[in-house]
């Protein structure tokens, strides 16, 4: 058989047998929908209708009002419980993933697991929205940093 020559791990032995599997996909009529000349393999084609459906303009609002006030409550929250945490809350507002975050304190040399990343953001975004800021007090508090 022709895949019992190729080694794991041996690259050209690899391409050598994906092309041959290419080909007999392609003598069948086989069409892949991912562009396999590139890297990335991206889709051929592909329909911003499932992004325009998963992402309508009231939840990219809604998205945009959360990160502003999660920004404010940044700013002008005073009993974050260490700089940790606040360093945490500071990647969250810039839209990073527990795990992102998580990586990031690793990559620094700081043992922290995204559980407790998750652990800590769900805490904050309870104390957060508790606390109610209306629109008009995130608007005054932006206006008095710009100002300064």
């Not at 562009?35 to 992004?51: I, P």
């Amino acid at each position: 058989m022709i895949h019992g020559s190729y080694e794991l791990g041996n690259k050209e032995d690899f391409n050598n047998l994906q092309n041959f599997w290419y080909q007999k996909l392609k003598e069948t009529g086989f069409q892949d929908i991912e562009d396999t000349q590139s890297e990335q393999r991206f889709l051929k084609q592909w329909h911003s209708r499932y992004f325009f459906i998963r992402n309508t303009p009231e939840e990219y609002q809604e998205n945009m009002d959360y990160f502003d006030m999660s920004l404010h409550f940044y700013w002008n929250y005073a009993d974050f419980q260490n700089q940790r945490e606040k360093q945490i809350w500071w990647l969250h507002c810039q839209g990073m993933s527990r795990r992102e975050i998580a990586a990031d304190f690793i990559s620094k040399g700081i043992k922290i697991s995204d559980s407790l990343v998750q652990i800590i953001v769900a805490r904050l975004k309870k104390i957060m929205h508790s606390q109610l800021w209306s629109s008009n007090d995130r608007n005054n508090s932006q206006e008095e940093l710009d100002n300064d």
